[in-house]
C-alpha cells in the first residue's frame, strides 16, 4: 500500500503561480506511470499532466506551455509547478502514483 499526501494548494489571483507536491510513502520511480489529474465543481476528473516510464509527459492541452512536471527520486517526491494560472484552473489537484491516488489538494484562481 502506497500512501500519497499533497500540498501546495491555494488562492492565488489569475496569471500568478503555485506549485504542488506529493509526497509518496514508497519509491515514485519503482512504478510505470505518476502524475496529476484535477476535477473542477460539476465536472469530471480530467488529466493534467503525466510521466510515463521511458521518460515522456504528456500534459492536457489546456496547461500545455504553463504548467510542469518534475519528480525528484531521493524525496519520493513529485510535483506540478504551475504558471500563468486561469480561473478556469479552479479545482481539486489529485496526484496519482499507479492505482494509488492521493486525498487531493484545491487551487483556487480568482479573476
Known amino acids: 500500500q502506497v500512501q500519497l499526501v499533497e500540498s501546495g494548494g491555494g488562492l492565488v489571483q489569475a496569471g500568478g503561480s503555485l506549485r504542488l507536491s506529493c509526497t509518496a510513502s514508497g519509491s515514485i520511480f519503482s512504478f510505470n506511470a505518476m502524475g496529476w489529474y484535477r476535477q473542477a465543481p460539476g465536472k469530471q476528473r480530467e488529466l493534467v499532466a503525466v510521466?510515463?516510464?521511458?521518460?515522456?509527459?504528456n500534459y492536457a492541452d489546456s496547461v500545455k506551455g504553463r504548467f510542469t512536471f518534475s519528480a525528484e527520486s531521493a524525496k519520493n517526491t513529485m510535483y506540478l509547478q504551475m504558471n500563468r494560472l486561469k480561473p478556469e484552473d479552479t479545482a481539486v489537484y489529485y496526484c496519482s502514483l499507479a492505482d494509488y491516488w492521493g486525498k487531493g489538494t484545491l487551487v483556487t484562481v480568482s479573476s
Open positions: 510521466w510515463t516510464r521511458g521518460g515522456s509527459t
